[in-house]
């Protein structure tokens, strides 16, 4: 674990000091010419903050990935592909926040997608690659409307530049039909509601650290990205937004609900991060046509939203993780007891809710509060309808989980796995972050009032390029530097179903 | 592009919406071409596209070869199910 944490610090601290370096309400910008090529990048408030978020997640998840290992039931040879594809996913996530051009966020969105599902197959189960299977068509699908969107911008408005294509580009018929196919793209690698078919299966069989790194960041990259493109292209078009905030509120609605009704504690958590994703798509409508003040607010709710769920959705799954590690269960009926012997990782998931349900002093408060304010001065009041149902359902679910975990009368004798070191205090910690987000909110809130883009001074230019650079070599060599674990004993008792049958299968499949 | 789109939605066999894909693909890349010229942007973005067209499909292949080695399943849904 030493080496890991050792040379993942640096990362936030690198970018804490060009936040630092940022003038006020302004950005750094610049473009890179390959080959020919004009590849362009700008680095605001917002795509530091994101950055930072990243970093913090992506440390997280590797250092929980290390106690992870001693599962009697990961093979050492399964994991060895997860510290590569962990640095992939780190660098594809970087060049997302600070692209600036169609052909970059293509590379990178690719990259990010392809990573993600060479991480989810890694567990290795019939089950684990059938969910991968259908996580990569739609993604490929995905990858596939987005690129005839952007051919079809490039054919209309011959830019590729964001900078320029928001320029150029009017709100006709030929941009409303590439930014359709574009957000149909997005939409279904962001798992947004009626796209969210795939979601679900893939958690149920992935790893945990992987689960708590695709819930918090990677479904999260492809809502920034329509966000982006959706207030340079068509910042005025109401009707389409509200379409988006539709399905948003649907998203609210059904994740809640099945998240309400499922069986497993990880379907619980998959469900939930549905939810969430919902009340990201409520910035469409209260972005397009509202006032500059309601604008402001939803604009701050948002990324408050985004980063308070990033942090608490990946410290639930740790959590949810480690109960059933520990009990050797995963539905909710058989956690009952858990309450007396892990403490600690129920408390974790209490703290994690708290945010999630939008209780003070959470991020999740403060950010519901802004959503609330935006729509209620804006006079769209079915959008505030759907935050209190939202925060109903959440408390529903979240209760239900608490309430089995608590009981301990029908409690049934069995053994309790220790934890491995250290991964019960990972997500404790992004748990407690999430809620601290909260009290603290003014800082990034006034990172993120945007201004002008100025070119950027050579060192921070060439701190970010390393530090982008750097996320995709140091995780995979700190992964191989990694001593070998002490495997914990096999479990025998009654919760022993579900450990894996992962010998023999030869070789995983790579990206 | 439409007879890949088709052959996507209908087919239920993995080999055959993989294909199903790569006709697609191919459609949206000429279309591409034609669309915006040969610029060396739409060279890039081509040459991206068929990069991950390639990774996807031989991914794809190689996990179509395990589900039916594991339990002979070659479309997704059908044998046992995945998940309660």
Redesign the interface.
């Known amino acids: 674990m030493l080496p890991l944490l050792l040379v993942g610090v640096p990362l936030p601290l690198t970018t804490l000091w060009l936040l630092s370096r940022l003038p006020a309400g302004g950005a750094f910008a610049g473009s890179w010419a390959p080959?020919?090529?004009?590849l362009h990048w700008r680095l605001d408030g917002l795509a530091g903050l994101l950055l930072l978020l990243t970093q913090l997640v992506l440390l997280a998840s590797a250092t929980y990935a290390v106690g992870h290992r001693r599962d009697a039931a990961l093979t050492e040879r399964a994991f060895a592909g997860f510290w590569p594809l962990l640095g992939g996913l780190a660098a594809a996530l970087g060049v997302i926040w600070v692209a600036a051009d169609?052909?970059t966020l293509?590379?990178a969105l690719?990259l990010m997608g392809?990573t993600a599902?060479?991480m989810m197959?890694l567990p290795g189960k019939?089950?684990a690659?059938?969910?991968?299977?259908?996580y990569?068509?739609y993604?490929?699908?995905g990858?596939?409307a987005w690129?005839?969107g952007?051919?079809?911008l490039?054919?209309a408005w011959?830019a590729?530049s964001l900078a320029e294509l928001g320029s150029v580009a009017r709100p006709d018929a030929a941009t409303r039909i590439a930014m359709a196919l574009l957000a149909a793209g997005l939409l279904l690698k962001a798992a947004i509601f009626p796209l969210h078919g795939w979601l679900?299966?893939v958690h149920?069989?992935a790893w945990t650290p992987v689960s708590a790194l695709h819930g918090a960041l990677v479904v999260k990259a492809s809502f920034f990205i329509l966000l982006l493109l959706w207030r340079l292209l068509l910042p005025e078009v109401v009707v389409a937004a509200w379409g988006l905030g539709l399905l948003g509120a649907g998203a609210v609605l059904w994740g809640g609900l099945q998240a309400w009704r499922a069986?497993?504690l990880k379907?619980v958590v998959s469900w939930s991060t549905l939810g969430q994703l919902g009340y990201l798509m409520l910035a469409f409508p209260l972005l397009a046509g509202a006032s500059a003040s309601v604008a402001a607010l939803a604009w701050q709710a948002t990324w408050l939203q985004l980063a308070g769920h990033a942090l608490a959705k990946a410290a639930m799954f740790m959590a949810a993780g480690n109960l059933m590690f520990s009990t050797g269960a995963s539905r909710l009926e058989e956690l009952a007891g858990a309450s007396r012997r892990l403490p600690l990782a129920l408390m974790t998931f209490g703290i994690a809710a708290v945010t999630l349900m939008g209780l003070p002093p959470s991020a999740g408060f403060t950010a519901k509060w802004l959503l609330l304010q935006a729509s209620l001065t804006s006079g769209q009041w079915l959008w505030a309808a759907v935050l209190a149902l939202g925060t109903l359902l959440t408390a529903a679910y979240v209760f239900r989980a608490l309430r089995r975990s608590l009981s301990w009368r029908e409690a049934p004798r069995r053994e309790f796995q220790a934890l491995p070191r250290g991964t019960d205090l990972v997500p404790l910690l992004l748990a407690l972050a999430a809620v601290g987000l909260g009290l603290v909110a003014e800082w990034p809130l006034g990172l993120l009032r945007g201004g002008h883009a100025m070119s950027a001074a050579f060192f921070p230019v060439a701190t970010l390029a390393t530090s982008l650079l750097a996320a995709a070599i140091i995780f995979p060599a700190a992964g191989a530097c990694l001593p070998r674990p002490h495997r914990t004993q096999p479990r025998c008792g009654p919760g022993q179903a579900g450990s894996g049958g992962l010998d023999g299968?030869g070789a995983q499949?790579g990206? | 592009m439409t007879l890949g789109l088709w052959a996507f939605a209908h087919h239920l066999h993995l080999l055959r919406r993989l294909l199903a894909f790569n006709v697609l693909g191919s459609g949206i890349f000429l279309l591409l071409a034609g669309l915006a010229g040969t610029a060396r942007e739409v060279q890039g973005l081509i040459l991206v596209g068929l990069v991950v067209a390639l990774v996807g499909s031989v991914l794809g292949a190689v996990l179509l070869r395990r589900l039916h080695a594991l339990d002979g399943r070659v479309t997704l849904g059908d044998g046992p199910e995945a998940s309660p």
């Open positions: 080959g020919g090529l004009s169609l052909l293509y590379l690719e392809l599902v060479g197959l019939p089950e690659l059938a969910a991968g299977m259908r990569l068509l993604a490929l699908v990858s596939l690129l005839l952007v051919a079809l490039l054919g011959g590729l679900v299966p149920a069989s069986d497993t379907q299968l499949p990206s």
